[in-house]
């Protein structure tokens, strides 16, 4: 708002028309209003929602794209080998049990966790009102990094589930590969 752009103007406009359009009952972006104090000025929350619009837009745009690729681009194995060793630096495959079950297994609580969290996290700012004054939204570079925080996060945490649900399909389709490749060898003999 400070020296306004064609393209900040452009911004605003979508954020606006995104951040009304997303607001309805129960959604993050009405909830993320909600968690603002009664005494927060009319403008605040306007910007407050616009942003919460505009960021959950990009976020889901994040997490179509990322699905897209995955599919259409055949990732990780469309470009060359996985090495899930450098890929997955803190996985560790020889501590649990099947490795198979514990990827499908973190990368479901990543995608539930990811798809709670922006709802969970605006009732938790409520719950903790005391501590935390969601009224320092009003500033702009606090409302950027805050919003983007709770909408991105969420998305990265989806991604990251649906990268690891992948790779356990990997896995488990070169385990089919490897188990009929060892079945054929068996009849010959």
Not at 4 to 30: C, E, I, K, M, N
Not at 79 to 89: M, Q, R
Not at 150 to 155: D, S
Not at 156 to 171: D, E, F, T, W
Request: aromatic share 6%; proline share 7%.
């Amino acid at each position: 708002p400070l020296e306004p752009t064609g393209l900040t103007a452009l911004v605003h406009r979508l954020g606006g028309w995104l951040g009304g359009q997303l607001d309805f009952a129960y959604s993050p972006v009405q909830l993320t209003v909600l968690m603002l104090p009664p005494q927060v000025p009319e403008a605040t929350m306007v910007m407050v929602r616009d942003a919460a619009g505009l960021v959950c837009a990009i976020a889901g745009a994040a997490i179509a794209g990322f699905a897209l690729v995955i599919r259409v681009g055949h990732w990780p194995v469309g470009s060359g080998a996985f090495n899930v060793w450098v890929n997955l630096p803190l996985f560790d495959p020889t501590t649990g049990g099947d490795v198979v079950q514990r990827l499908q297994r973190d990368a479901r609580v990543n995608i539930i966790g990811g798809v709670l969290l922006p709802f969970v996290l605006p009732a938790a700012v409520k719950m903790a009102s005391g501590l935390v004054d969601p009224g320092i939204l009003a500033a702009p570079h606090m409302l950027i990094w805050v919003i983007s925080a709770w909408a991105l996060v969420p998305a990265s945490m989806i991604m990251r589930g649906m990268a690891m649900q992948r790779i356990a399909g990997l896995i488990m389709h070169k385990r089919r590969a490897a188990g009929s490749a060892a079945d054929e060898a068996l009849q010959t003999a």
